[in-house]
C-alpha cells in the first residue's frame, strides 16, 4: 500500500475507535475526533500532514 491509503486507512480507523470510546468510556473522546478531522483540514491547505511523515520515515512507499 502507498502512503496515503495507509494514510485514510488510519484516519478512518483513529475517528471510528475514537467515535467507540466516547460511548463507552467518555464524550471527551471526541476531541480525539475533532483533532484528526483538522489535521485532515489543514493538510489539505498546507499539503503536510504529521502522520505522512511517519508513514514515509519508516519506509512506507509514496505513489
Known sequence: MT???YLRL???FFVML???LSQLHSPAWLY???FVGLNLFQS???NWCPMMT???KIGVREG
Request: hydrophobic share 60%; net charge positive.
Open 44 to 46: 489539505a491547505f498546507t
Open 18 to 20: 475514537s467515535v467507540v
Open 10 to 12: 488510519i484516519a478512518g
Open 3 to 5: 502512503v496515503n491509503r
Open 54 to 56: 511517519i508513514l514515509k
Open 32 to 34: 480525539f475526533t475533532a
